[in-house]
């Protein structure tokens, strides 16, 4: 599966789009000026504690007050403690005491107190108006390993099925990690040779003394940054899929160009700088994509169409097909059954992306068009979790209920893309012949269409396709190697259209 990194570097922020077979999967933001990213890890104050939610409110400098819940505290929380200087600790002593006599720990408040000092790392960005999420189970990142401070334990990840491979690189990194410090041996660790986990163990030490180091700053202050997005996404995704990286900033390039030389040697050729004077995205059809797929309504390669509304509470998307009407009548009512069901099937491979690119989370709900048999059910629950597989962020699916919805929940750590409200909002005439476009493509290429078509549009839009030297409509000759014949229907509004085969048939329709 062929993978690409298209990076945006503009004055204020960086852009970062990854494709795969060409579509777009994922679409991050990065501005220079953000004050916090997940995995930041911060010496906090404690202001006040939540009895009720059995949380804690951190001061981290941030204009909004950090939440740190008691399941969040993890059990080096008292190593973590103790770690802290002495001369910055309101009764640390009285407190230590405290922890050591005292057996009850069952609630935040017998472990925390208000003005006290803790380290704790970013486990949820701001959304919306509520403040950042923190834990105090501080870990570091890095492309094999992830290392657990305050810790003993050397655990690996279940991916890796080599059982003999799994227990040399267990006992290898019991053998050669200092006390005091837990590991997580990554998927990607399999088969890697001792000198590369080594060399990355001793920078992940490196890191976590940087932030002993910065623990005598006076709170609240941020003790160790993490990586930018760019980095992020090629430590935690790259592998032999990805085989382009196109960037349109000189000195980004040579910096992605010194990490891969780190964690993938093999790979630095795979980078090519963009000198070019059309922007990026949209030379590489990024722009083009945003506008079709993050609208309210995304079209399918069929015909069909997603309704995707977000509401205070929940995410709901409808399935629409255009195409249902046009069935033709003579057609059994197995043949309609399988029609829905592959209608519904393109729609779930459709949702999964959506729920990535858009980073929606929370509690979704998914109005697949109502199928009667249970076997046709099962078969799209299976097919909508082998597709939310790749989806790295926690997430549970539950069957068809009996009203036929799909419910499931996605956990997020960053803001949605929230970039359909902008297009939305526009209305732009381009838009809607991107959504044309990408309708007409999927029928020219399907096997079983022989002949020309006709589209069925209304004059004024005709018109424009007709105009000019070459035409949209000769550009479409060229690229598809078929004629399509443009109606002028003054009848029609602007957005409406149809499309007919050879045979005069309705292949898909604005009309539903």
């Known amino acids: 599966m062929n993978k690409e990194l298209v990076i945006n570097a503009e004055e204020q922020k960086v852009k970062i789009a990854l494709l795969e077979e060409g579509k777009l999967l994922e679409l991050h933001q990065e501005n220079?000026?953000?004050?916090?990213?997940?995995?930041?890890?911060?010496?906090?104050?404690v202001k006040k504690i939540s009895y009720g939610l059995n949380a804690a409110i951190i001061d981290i400098g941030y204009s909004k007050w950090a939440f740190l819940h008691y399941d969040d505290l993890g059990f080096q929380i008292e190593k973590i403690l103790e770690l802290i200087p002495i001369n910055q600790k309101k009764n640390f002593l009285k407190n230590t005491f405290f922890l050591k006599k005292k057996e009850d720990k069952s609630s935040i408040e017998k472990i925390l107190y208000p003005g006290q000092n803790?380290?704790?790392?970013?486990?949820?960005?701001?959304?919306?108006?509520?403040?950042?999420?923190?834990?105090?189970?501080?870990?570091?990142?890095?492309?094999?390993?992830?290392?657990?401070?305050?810790?003993?334990?050397?655990?690996?990840?279940?991916?890796?099925?080599?059982?003999?491979?799994?227990?040399?690189?267990?006992?290898?990194?019991?053998?050669?990690?200092?006390?005091?410090?837990?590991?997580?041996?990554?998927?990607?660790?399999?088969?890697?040779?001792e000198q590369i986990l080594k060399k990355e163990?001793?920078?992940?030490?490196?890191?976590?003394?940087?932030?002993?180091?910065?623990?005598?700053?006076?709170?609240?202050?941020?003790?160790?940054?993490?990586?930018?997005?760019?980095?992020?996404?090629?430590?935690?995704?790259?592998?032999?899929?990805?085989?382009?990286?196109?960037?349109?900033?000189?000195?980004?390039?040579?910096?992605?160009?010194?990490?891969?030389?780190?964690?993938?040697?093999?790979?630095?050729?795979?980078?090519?700088?963009?000198k070019g004077n059309i922007p990026i995205f949209e030379k590489y059809g990024i722009e083009k994509q945003i506008q079709i797929?993050?609208?309210?309504?995304?079209?399918?390669?069929?015909?069909?169409?997603?309704?995707?509304?977000?509401?205070?509470?929940?995410?709901?998307?409808?399935?629409?097909?255009?195409?249902?009407?046009?069935?033709?009548?003579?057609?059994?009512?197995?043949?309609?059954?399988?029609?829905?069901?592959?209608?519904?099937?393109?729609?779930?491979?459709?949702?999964?992306?959506?729920?990535?690119?858009?980073?929606?989370?929370?509690?979704?709900v998914v109005d697949f068009i109502d199928m009667y048999d249970p076997y046709q059910k099962k078969i799209l629950y299976e097919h909508l979790k082998e597709k939310m597989k790749?989806?790295?962020?926690?997430?549970?699916?539950?069957?068809?209920?009996e009203f036929g919805l799909v419910q499931f929940t996605r956990h997020r750590v960053r803001p949605e893309l929230k970039y359909h409200e902008k297009y939305q909002k526009l209305k732009s005439p381009i838009i809607y012949i991107h959504n044309l476009e990408f309708i007409l493509e999927k029928i020219m290429n399907n096997k079983f269409n022989k002949g020309g078509i006709q589209?069925?549009?209304?004059?004024?839009?005709?018109?424009?396709?007709?105009r000019g030297f070459p035409s949209i409509?000769?550009?479409?000759?060229?690229?598809?190697?078929?004629?399509?014949?443009?109606?002028?229907?003054?009848?029609?509004?602007?957005?409406?259209?149809?499309?007919?085969?050879?045979?005069?048939?309705?292949?898909?329709?604005?009309?539903i």
């Not at 990840?157 to 990194?173: C, P």
């Not at 079209?299 to 033709?328: C, F, Q, R, W």
């Not at 790749?390 to 209920?401: M, V």
Request: hydrophobic share 40%; proline share 4%.
């Open 201 to 274: 163990l001793f920078i992940l030490i490196k890191k976590w003394r940087k932030i002993l180091n910065n623990l005598i700053k006076l709170p609240p202050v941020k003790v160790l940054s993490e990586n930018n997005k760019t980095y992020c996404l090629l430590r935690d995704t790259f592998n032999d899929d990805f085989k382009s990286i196109y960037c349109n900033n000189s000195f980004l390039c040579q910096e992605i160009s010194s990490y891969l030389s780190f964690i993938s040697p093999e790979k630095k050729s795979i980078i090519k700088y963009y």
């Open 293 to 364: 797929f993050l609208g309210k309504n995304v079209p399918l390669e069929n015909g069909a169409y997603l309704v995707i509304e977000h509401t205070e509470a929940l995410h709901v998307i409808d399935v629409n097909s255009g195409m249902i009407n046009h069935i033709k009548k003579n057609c059994t009512e197995s043949e309609r059954m399988d029609h829905i069901l592959q209608v519904n099937l393109l729609a779930a491979t459709e949702i999964a992306r959506q729920i990535r690119l858009r980073n929606m989370g929370g509690i979704i």
């Open 118 to 193: 803790i380290l704790v790392q970013i486990s949820k960005e701001p959304i919306s108006n509520k403040g950042p999420k923190l834990t105090a189970k501080i870990c570091i990142p890095g492309r094999n390993l992830v290392l657990i401070p305050c810790s003993e334990k050397v655990t690996i990840s279940h991916k890796i099925k080599n059982i003999k491979e799994k227990n040399r690189l267990i006992l290898y990194m019991q053998k050669i990690k200092p006390k005091e410090f837990g590991i997580i041996i990554r998927t990607v660790a399999c088969f890697k040779i």
């Open 390 to 401: 790749n989806d790295k962020a926690k997430h549970q699916i539950l069957p068809p209920n």
């Open 473 to 511: 409509q000769q550009k479409w000759l060229f690229k598809y190697k078929k004629w399509i014949k443009i109606i002028p229907r003054n009848s029609f509004k602007y957005t409406e259209y149809k499309i007919l085969n050879e045979n005069k048939e309705i292949v898909s329709s604005s009309f």
């Open 32 to 45: 220079y000026n953000n004050k916090l990213s997940v995995g930041d890890i911060y010496l906090g104050i």
């Open 455 to 466: 589209l069925h549009i209304h004059s004024f839009v005709a018109a424009y396709l007709k």
